[in-house]
């Protein structure tokens, strides 16, 4: 059972607000000194964004719809990342709300001592109806390091303390917890690439309430600009709302577009 129960008031719509502007409007800016240095940093810093989109629509025995959605963006440069993220899933059974999910996030990582060691700070945000989460906010600083960093091949690890503040069974509540994650990706040819990610996200003085997150995916590219995505998520949670499952999993196909 969960502990250090506390009233918490949030708005978690304010975050996906900031958080797609944020993507679409972030300035991109050097220091200040004019000349050619502010341009030198803007070229190194540009902005890559992504979206998707995936829908299923059955009808005649049993009447389905499946929507998905994705938006990403990141900018990197010598010292430092940025990386912003959303998606949402909705879908219906015989007009019954079989799925109902919304996440985002932020995370800015800052480059330590060499090119592999980094410091970050990351925010999670997460609504899922069908779970009966109405929010999940997760805020926290930490530290990670790349074990291969190439331009074909990038693993790395992070780790460090969290807070998270949620509503999940109608009960609002705030526990510490220890962020451990990984991310994997390989570029397999000039068209395609695989990624994969885990993340464990246990309470600090309770470890059996704990969730764990999971991702694999391919890509293809299909133009310059499309490309064809197929990833399968995996969410556990194991102390969940009453009456609700520990384990969620979705196998999504979309069409992507760079931007």
Same mark, same amino acid.
């Given at each position: ?65 499946? +929507?998905? &959605? ?27 709300? &079989? ?50 960093? &190439? ?11 969290? +807070? ?9 509540? &705030?526990?510490?917890? +220890? ?81």
């Amino acid at each position: 059972m969960k502990k250090q129960k506390t009233t918490v008031c949030i708005v978690p719509q304010v975050f996906w607000v900031a958080l797609l502007l944020g993507i679409f409007a972030f300035p991109i800016r050097g220091q200040d000194g004019g000349g050619a240095q502010p341009q030198a940093e803007e070229m190194k810093s540009k902005w890559e964004r992504s979206a998707s989109l995936g829908l299923t629509v059955t009808q005649g025995n049993k009447d389905t719809l499946l +929507l998905n &959605s994705n938006i990403l963006g990141i900018r990197k440069s010598d010292q430092s990342e940025i990386r912003l993220g959303a998606d949402g899933t909705y879908g219906e059974i015989e007009s019954t709300t &079989s799925t109902e999910s919304i996440h985002g996030f932020a995370q800015y990582n800052r480059i330590f001592f060499n090119d592999r060691a980094f410091g970050y700070a990351r925010v999670d945000a997460l609504h899922d109806g069908i779970a009966d989460v109405d929010y999940r906010l997760t805020i926290g600083p930490g530290a990670g390091y790349y074990f291969i960093k &190439s331009e074909k091949t990038k693993l790395s690890a992070e780790a460090g303390p969290s +807070l998270v503040f949620e509503k999940q069974g109608g009960v609002e509540q &705030s526990y510490g917890a +220890l962020r451990l994650a990984e991310r994997f990706e390989r570029r397999l040819n000039g068209r395609a690439r695989l990624w994969q990610s885990a993340e464990l996200l246990p309470q600090v003085d309770d470890f059996e309430n704990f969730l764990i997150s999971g991702e694999i995916g391919i890509e293809a590219d299909l133009t310059k600009k499309l490309s064809l995505r197929a990833f399968i998520q995996d969410t556990y949670d194991n102390a969940p709302a009453a009456r609700r499952k520990e384990n969620d999993v979705k196998l999504v196909t979309a069409l992507g577009y760079k931007f």
